[in-house]
């Protein structure tokens, strides 16, 4: 089930503390290793991309307003 082959069925994403430094794919803020980040189960094409928690709680904030 892989979203870059035009299969879009739900992907799974996990919580975890970040292992690297890097760029959150939601809010374009800097992850520093030990932050909390959701990163995608499984090896899909966007295997690398991590989302903050925080940033993921404020958009479901939004959401929810």
Known sequence: REPGLCNYTE??????KAQLAGTCSLSGKAIRPGDRVYRPVGSPMNRGELILAEAANEVAAIEMA
Do not use: A, D, G
């Open 11 to 16: 992907q799974r994403w996990s919580l975890r």
